[in-house]
């Protein structure tokens, strides 16, 4: 076949395939999974996840196991947003004494609307040596109140963090004190939750009611530094609220919205990739089967009834149990067992087609067995394998799913099927987190429809007869 | 010649399984070969605190000496490959011994028992499955293939199509969120509440905790099951005697319910046939989720702890009633259409 012929074969089946509104759907979802699988990990809100997720450090900064932030607008009560203050407003100012030391004011302002105070707020700072801090609170009533006083030394390699709840109780009794004596006198201050108190209306109300004081928060973060280390130093705001980010946030504090994207990358692959070579290996077996026949015929048969009988998934957990879980030993396992799916149909076509002109012909032309098998039976029944490889993919990501959501899993990449194991194994099911179940699974099921739009598309156009009466 | 067909077939079926057991064998036997070993060494322990001697080299003499029998009893001072043998020869002929850490619920520790203790609540949550899933689908598809591309039909492919790379057992833990803990009809899992009430009472009490996990799965098998028969039905409603049997005037309900489901049934008798067998083999993970405990659930818990008599015997057992579903297949294909029987020689 000349080239000038592919491409107008291709153009022929592009114009069929365009018709079918399925397939076109298929086509758009796989566009959209493709891109996102590649430059996904990017947009997340935390793009170091990749390489740790399974790093308490990296999202020690989350709340626990908080809803979506968009069940806000469902709930009469909204709860604080967690969000990241950076990009301060900052004030230089020459400390009195030989000149070396710059006294720097990093001022956030908070707007807050909540009903509750957040769960915490968590001063970060990035920098070098040892500096003096002070951290003065400013309420919307005007009230402030220095939270925090001390020598930091800092070191590069780590952030240095001011919580409210473990460094101000303090101050939080401080405020109590001088805004409403009354309440204060019942406050101990091991037990108390200063970032609630602090974000409270303390004059009205007393402290167990905890009423939110909404408005402009205002927070001063002033370091006393060396001129040098001016620009070395970083300083940001954590809010941990009770509702976070776009699919809310795991036990274990991590952002699932960031999970779900990043898993992408891993179901393609392990779909794509597993199909192919299960498509291919069965493809094969059964060409070469019903061409050569004989005791290879006689073998692949009984290979295939073999495979086939075997209950899959015991066997996958019995493998995965016995190897250490690595996601290629899963690929292979899956491999081994799913060629079966596609050898009776291709063995029944490659039988006829053997009977073929064409092949008699190629063979008294001298063709070797190979050539016949590679170069004429095969092309046939490539488009036929494309459809079979697309619907074998949803089997696969669930398969994949299954084995891990039993903790057999591959603990170096992020799956669907982790996140949906660590969720049901710590509890999300009992404990109603359903933000942790939902977007995992439905992405299961929608990367599985994709393809199955896309098989049952090219099966449409392969066998018409079905389409309709 | 029919019962000639049937014989090779059964034969051929049983040297099959022996050679899979033969697999599942040799993948096991180092694991099983360890907890084997452990198990002498207890029961050896257990009987010489009966010895009464306080000479030092009798009692190590007569432990040895009692290690070497059991040791022989269980072959393990032959060679790995004669192991491999004995290991299929016992599984083969249903001597699945006791297991290492699993107990049945009235604290029997050999295997069988264990097995036929969570065989009966697996076929039950999973046939009754399979035969609703059938109805359901088999009325759905009629009604889909009836009016090919209408609004029903549409709607019947795409969500058979979404369902299809759905994971059952996610279902089943939205199913348990939702009805067991935000609307609270259903309990969460397990077979009966603590203690199980008796009589009619305690087959109530059954009934409700069967209802979750059961409408789970028959919710989401029925779709592909939809899709399926609306096929077939489609293919033979193109058939020229349905068109013959409109064209006399046949009454529509007698055309799909005589002629069109009938002449179909063979090909969804097949799909019920090989869904209640491979049913029985239950399903590890959904058994999980609901905390049913049948097969699939055993299973699990015998991976867990790697209890291997136990696994070697249910995956030996899976494998079996697959395969007898199969021969069971073939032998009433090859009864109603003779031309298989000459395929069997292929």
Request: hydrophobic share 50%.
């Amino acid at each position: 076949m000349s080239s000038d012929n592919k491409f107008k074969a291709l153009a022929d089946f592009w114009r069929t395939f365009s018709k079918v509104r399925m397939g076109i759907a298929g086509l758009v979802l796989l566009g959209i999974f493709v891109v996102l699988g590649i430059i996904g990990p990017l947009l997340v809100p935390f793009p170091d996840a990749l390489s740790h997720w399974r790093d308490i450090n990296y999202w020690q900064d989350n709340p626990v196991a908080s809803p979506p932030a968009w069940t806000n607008w469902f709930n009469p009560r909204p709860g604080a947003s967690s969000q990241v203050l950076t990009a301060p407003k900052i004030k230089q100012e020459e400390y009195p004494g030989d000149g070396s030391l710059v006294k720097v004011d990093y001022t956030f302002s908070y707007p807050f609307s909540a009903t509750s105070g957040p769960r915490d707020v968590v001063f970060r700072i990035a920098g070098d040596g040892q500096v003096p801090i002070l951290i003065d609170f400013r309420r919307p009533d005007g009230g402030a109140i220095e939270v925090y006083r001390d020598q930091l030394s800092l070191s590069k390699s780590q952030l240095f963090r001011v919580s409210l709840n473990y460094n101000s109780q303090a101050a939080a009794v401080e405020l109590v004190r001088n805004e409403n004596p009354d309440a204060a006198a019942d406050l101990n201050p091991a037990t108390i939750r200063p970032a609630q108190i602090l974000f409270s209306d303390v004059r009205k109300h007393t402290v167990q009611e905890n009423v939110a004081l909404k408005g402009d928060y205002t927070f001063v973060v002033s370091l006393l530094l060396a001129k040098e280390s001016i620009r070395t130093t970083e300083v940001s705001v954590g809010i941990s609220g009770y509702v976070s980010g776009f699919m809310g946030t795991d036990i274990s504090k991590r952002d699932i919205f960031t999970g779900v994207i990043i898993g992408i990358r891993w179901a393609l692959i392990l779909g794509l990739l597993t199909s192919m070579l299960t498509v291919l290996v069965g493809v094969t077996f059964a060409i070469v089967a019903a061409y050569v026949g004989g005791a290879i015929d006689w073998f692949l048969n009984r290979l295939y009834e073999l495979v086939y009988l075997m209950p899959v998934l015991p066997f996958l957990i019995v493998t995965s149990a016995i190897f250490k879980p690595s996601i290629w030993t899963l690929i292979i396992m899956i491999c081994l067992f799913f060629w079966s799916g596609v050898f009776k149909p291709v063995y029944s076509m490659a039988l006829q087609i053997k009977q073929e002109v064409f092949i008699e012909a190629s063979r008294a032309l001298g063709a070797s067995k190979a050539r016949i098998i590679f170069s004429h039976i095969f092309p046939i029944l490539l488009p036929y394998s494309f459809a079979s490889m697309a619907l074998s993919v949803p089997a696969i990501i669930v398969y994949e799913a299954s084995v891990s959501l039993l903790g057999l899993g591959d603990a170096t990449i992020v799956t669907w099927g982790q996140i949906l194991h660590d969720a049901f194994v710590q509890g999300a099911v009992i404990n109603n987190m359903w933000w942790w179940v939902v977007p995992p699974g439905l992405m299961i099921a929608l990367m599985g429809a994709t393809f199955a739009f896309l098989g049952t598309a090219l099966d449409k156009i392969l066998h018409p007869k079905l389409k309709t009466r | 010649m029919y019962w000639k067909f049937v014989f090779k077939r059964i034969i051929y079926g049983i040297l099959m399984y022996s050679l899979m057991v033969l697999i599942y064998s040799t993948l096991f036997n180092a694991v099983a070969d360890k907890t084997l070993r452990s198990q002498i060494d207890e029961s050896v322990n257990q009987e010489m605190r009966f010895v009464r001697t306080t000479n030092g080299d009798e009692f190590s003499r007569i432990r040895a000496q009692k290690l070497a029998i059991k040791t022989k009893q269980y072959h393990l001072d032959e060679p790995l490959h004669q192991r491999i043998f004995w290991r299929t020869v016992r599984t083969l002929a249903f001597d699945f011994g006791n297991s290492t850490i699993i107990k049945s619920s009235g604290g029997d520790r050999q295997v069988s028992a264990i097995i036929m203790e969570a065989l009966p609540r697996t076929i039950i949550l999973f046939s009754l499955q399979v035969v609703l899933a059938v109805v359901l689908g088999v009325i759905m598809g009629l009604y889909a293939a009836r009016r090919p591309n209408s609004p029903f039909d549409r709607f019947n492919t795409m969500i058979t199509l979404v369902m299809n790379g759905m994971p059952v057992w996610w279902l089943g833990m939205i199913a348990i969120m939702l009805f067991a803990y935000n609307i609270p009809i259903f309990p969460s899992g397990g077979m009966h509440i603590n203690p199980a009430p008796t009589g009619f009472a305690g087959f109530l009490d059954y009934l409700w905790h069967l209802a979750l996990p059961l409408i789970t799965l028959t919710f989401v098998s029925m779709w592909s099951i939809a899709y399926l028969s609306r096929n077939i039905f489609l293919s033979s409603l193109q058939e020229d005697y349905v068109m013959a049997a409109r064209a006399r005037g046949i009454p529509e309900a007698r055309v799909l319910f005589g002629h069109t489901l009938r002449t179909s049934m063979p090909v969804i008798m097949t799909i019920a046939v090989l869904g209640l067998f491979s049913s029985i083999a239950g399903n590890i993970i959904v058994e999980g989720i609901f905390n049913w405990p049948g097969i699939g659930n055993l299973y699990f818990v015998a991976v867990q702890q790697s209890d291997v008599p136990v696994l070697m015997a249910t995956l030996a057992f899976q494998t079996l009633i697959n395969m007898a579903g199969f021969i069971i297949l073939d032998v009433i294909y090859g009864f109603l259409d003779p031309r298989i029987k000459v395929g069997m020689r292929a």
